[in-house]
């Protein structure tokens, strides 16, 4: 069974400081991880994309990704009240199918 | 450019019914990936297709069927609707199915089942 697990939250983070939201991931045959955002009652938004080991930076928004310890992590600086959110972490496995996790609801308190 | 785009925003059905949700790609889009999302869970994988054909199928019983045109957009159909099947059903767009194509989400559709 594949599976995509996340800290469920809610995670409580002060407006400007650094966000944290990670992932760990079970097929080692997987290829591309994504992050995507989700604000309550709407559809989920790409928000970034990763498919190398290292980090990778746009915006305030940093993905690390570990191959070797199939953990995926986004960082979010500079955290605003309009980032409260539920992050969703999906990984494309082997077979090229979406596996997703359950969500991390993010809070950023003012 | 347009995105993805799904109708009926909302729908409420009785158990047993059938019902079928809409999907249009954004434009140059191949493949529609169809996933069912229950409150306070992530997305479940329904379906994906690209030019036409059945390319991946998740862990939903035959009463889940769906279809993709020519112009590339796709129909979910759900026969014998149970209270369960109340959910919020998305439909994603993206060029290709392989790694290093990203998915784009529509709307989604409401499905109330009572």
């Known amino acids: 069974q594949k599976e995509v697990e996340q800290n469920s939250g809610p995670l409580s983070v002060p407006e400007g400081a650094i966000a944290s939201l990670n992932c760990t991931y079970s097929d080692r045959g997987s290829q591309s991880f994504f992050w995507y955002r989700q604000y309550s009652g709407k559809s989920p938004e790409l928000i970034m994309f990763?498919?190398s080991n290292g980090d990778k930076e746009d915006g305030r928004f940093t993905a690390q990704l570990n191959k070797a310890s199939q953990y995926v992590s986004l960082l979010i600086r500079d955290s605003q009240p309009s980032d409260s959110a539920t992050y969703l972490c999906a990984v494309m496995d082997s077979n090229y199918q979406l596996i997703w996790g359950a969500g991390t609801k993010l809070i950023i308190k003012p | 450019d347009a995105g993805v785009t799904q109708s009926p925003t909302h729908l409420i059905k009785t158990r047993g019914q059938q019902v079928t949700l809409r999907c249009s790609p954004i434009s140059g889009h191949k493949s529609v990936s169809w996933y069912q999302q229950v409150l306070g869970q992530g997305p479940q994988f329904i379906f994906q297709y690209y030019e036409k054909e059945e390319r991946g199928r998740g862990n939903f019983p035959d009463r889940f069927s769906a279809r993709q045109f020519p112009n590339y957009s796709s129909e979910l159909n759900v026969n014998a609707l149970l209270l369960g099947d109340s959910a919020l059903y998305l439909c994603?767009?993206?060029?290709?199915?392989?790694?290093?194509?990203?998915?784009?989400f529509g709307p989604g559709t409401r499905l109330t089942v009572t």
């Open positions: 994603a767009s993206s060029l290709g199915v392989r790694s290093g194509y990203e998915q784009y």
């Open positions: 990763i498919y």
